[in-house]
C-alpha cells in the first residue's frame, strides 16, 4: 500500500492525493507538517532532507520526494497510456503542460497570492504587490484560457497528468477573496473539475487552518 507524509491541505499534498485517488490506488495519508510537525525528526530528514511535503513511499523501498517527480512515478507505475502517454511526442505534450503549470502558474501564485492573501495578516498584506502579482498570473491564466477554449483538458482531449498540475491549484484561486479577470474556458473547466468526486474529496479541502 502507498504511504503518502503530508497533511491534506497542503497543495502539494493534494496534488499527489488527487493523483492517488484518481489512479484508484490504496493508500494511507499521514499527518505532517505545519500544524502537525514531524518534518524535523531524524527519520523523516532521512527520507527528505528538504523538510517538506509531500513525501511518497511505495514498494521495492521507493522513497520520493517533490510532488512533480511523485506524479509522474505514479502515472509510469500505475497509469494507463491515456493518463501519461508512452510515445514520446505525446507524453513530452503532456509533460510540457505539466511543466509549465508547475513553473508558471504555482510559482506566480502559491507565494505571491495565496501566502499574502490568505497566510499574511491583513495589516501586513502589500495591495499593490497582490494587484501587481495577479496581473502577473493572468498573463499565465490567458494561455490556459486560449488552450482550454479548443481542447476539454489542458494537453488536448484527455485527462492527463498535466490537468492535476494544473487543477489541484484552480480551487484557491477561485475561491479566495481577490479580484479575478473572467476566464470563460478556464472557469468552465475548473468547474468539470469539481464534478470530479476525487478532486471534490482531496482538492476542495479548507486552507482556514493555514489562514494568518
Ligand atoms: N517543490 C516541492 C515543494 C514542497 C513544499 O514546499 N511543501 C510545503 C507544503 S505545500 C511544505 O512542506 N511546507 C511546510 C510544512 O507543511 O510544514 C514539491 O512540489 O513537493
Given at each position: 500500500m502507498l504511504e503518502i507524509y503530508g497533511r491534506s491541505d497542503s497543495s502539494n499534498v493534494q496534488a499527489v492525493m488527487w493523483c492517488v485517488a484518481e489512479l484508484g490506488l490504496e493508500y494511507v495519508r499521514y499527518d505532517i507538517g505545519?500544524?502537525?510537525?514531524?518534518?524535523?525528526t531524524k527519520e523523516f530528514i532521512d527520507m527528505n532532507p528538504n523538510q517538506t511535503v509531500p513525501v511518497l513511499r511505495d514498494k521495492d523501498g521507493l522513497t520520493l520526494w517533490e510532488s512533480g517527480a511523485i506524479l509522474r512515478y505514479l502515472a509510469n507505475q500505475y497509469g494507463d497510456d491515456r493518463f501519461w502517454p508512452k510515445s514520446p511526442n505525446l507524453r513530452a505534450n503532456v509533460d510540457k503542460w505539466a511543466e509549465w503549470s508547475k513553473v508558471s502558474v504555482a510559482i506566480n501564485f502559491t507565494i505571491p497570492i495565496f501566502w499574502e492573501v490568505v497566510r499574511t495578516p491583513k495589516e501586513q498584506q502589500n495591495s499593490q504587490l497582490i494587484d501587481k502579482a495577479i496581473k502577473a498570473l493572468e498573463v499565465k491564466l490567458s494561455i490556459a484560457d486560449y488552450q482550454l477554449a479548443k481542447h476539454r483538458?489542458?494537453?488536448?482531449?484527455n485527462f492527463t497528468l498535466a490537468d492535476i498540475q494544473l487543477g489541484h491549484m484552480l480551487y484557491r484561486y477561485f475561491d479566495i477573496d481577490i479580484e479575478r479577470k473572467k476566464f470563460h474556458h478556464l472557469g468552465l473547466y475548473y468547474k468539470r473539475l469539481c464534478e470530479r468526486p476525487m478532486y471534490s474529496k482531496h482538492?476542495?479541502?479548507?486552507?482556514e487552518a493555514l489562514r494568518a
Open positions: 505545519h500544524r502537525f510537525g514531524g518534518t524535523n483538458y489542458l494537453a488536448g482531449d482538492v476542495l479541502v479548507s486552507y
